[in-house]
């Protein structure tokens, strides 16, 4: 979760204010950074293989992403040095790559954000490492049908309240937990907007959706209880309890009638098929 004011380099600073984006450039911004973000979550797919080390996966998506014209977001924010957060297992988020090898029976979230001419497109999905177990299988499938339920929410009138209640309705009814240490964000020309997007909560309360704003919805979901902590890095937040973790996340701009995936994935490879 962020809450200190962040300046971009086209002077946008974060205020308590949600955007709302009626302009046809905007959306058409907002579609060309989904879509290279997307392709490069799609190209890594044949990388993220037992044996391949998360710095190499780091690498190849600096390169795609700069080969395609776009800046990695990540890259120098706040002092990161990567270009993606690749977070395995029991790491909620923030995982960064480097010399660790990917294993069977690994699961992996890969997060990436790219800025395409001042816009930004972050997404981020669950990578099955081999052959893992059923419940691994189960913690993501439940982390997809989580997202999904919450993007089912989004509609003019309706709250952000009622996305966070519908994920958290999903995964609380499989015996498994949301984070509450760290939640979606409103996004355009900045990285991280307002307003701060719950992945839980109660429904019709929270600031009403209208058509034109842009946010990510990004559920942690965890296998036992829901606390975690930040590592002496002061990045990578992992499961107090040790428990497995799955994350999932898309850009999106509520429409009339619902809302527009900005990083859906052109292959089809959102969401991992077992």
């Known amino acids: 979760m962020y809450e200190t004011p962040e300046l971009d380099s086209d002077h946008f600073v974060r205020t308590h204010e949600i955007r709302v984006h009626q302009d046809e450039e905007a959306w058409e911004g907002m579609r060309a950074a989904g879509n290279l973000v997307a392709r490069a979550l799609d190209m890594i797919t044949e990388y993220a293989q037992p044996g391949v080390t998360t710095g190499r996966i780091d690498d190849l998506i600096r390169e795609f992403t700069l080969d395609n014209g776009a800046l990695p977001a990540c890259?120098?924010?706040k002092g990161y040095e990567k270009t993606v957060c690749t977070s395995i297992n029991h790491v909620v988020c923030h995982g960064i790559p480097g010399?660790?090898?990917?294993?069977?029976g690994d699961i992996v979230n890969i997060d990436h954000t790219v800025i395409v001419d001042g816009w930004h497109g972050d997404s981020s999905r669950m990578y099955p490492i081999g052959n893992?177990?059923?419940?691994?299988?189960?913690?993501?499938?439940?982390?997809?049908?989580?997202?999904e339920a919450g993007l089912a929410m989004v509609k003019p009138g309706n709250t952000f309240g009622d996305i966070g209640y519908a994920i958290q309705q999903v995964v609380e009814a499989q015996r498994m937990s949301v984070v509450r240490d760290f939640?979606?964000?409103?996004?355009g020309r900045l990285f991280h907007d307002s307003p701060n997007v719950l992945h839980y909560g109660r429904r019709s309360e929270g600031a009403t959706l209208k058509k034109g704003m842009f946010f990510t919805v990004e559920p942690m979901v965890n296998l036992g209880k829901p606390h975690v902590k930040v590592l002496s890095d002061g990045w990578t937040a992992v499961t107090r309890d040790k428990s497995l973790s799955s994350q999932c996340e898309h850009t999106i701009?509520?429409?009339?009638?619902?809302?527009?995936?900005?990083?859906?994935?052109?292959?089809?490879?959102?969401r991992p098929k077992f």
């Open 183 to 187: 939640c979606g964000h409103g996004i």
């Open 253 to 270: 701009g509520v429409t009339d009638d619902g809302c527009e995936l900005f990083s859906a994935s052109p292959a089809g490879l959102f």
């Open 132 to 147: 893992i177990n059923a419940r691994a299988r189960k913690l993501i499938d439940v982390t997809y049908d989580s997202l």
């Open 75 to 77: 890259l120098g924010y």
């Open 99 to 104: 010399d660790k090898v990917l294993k069977d």
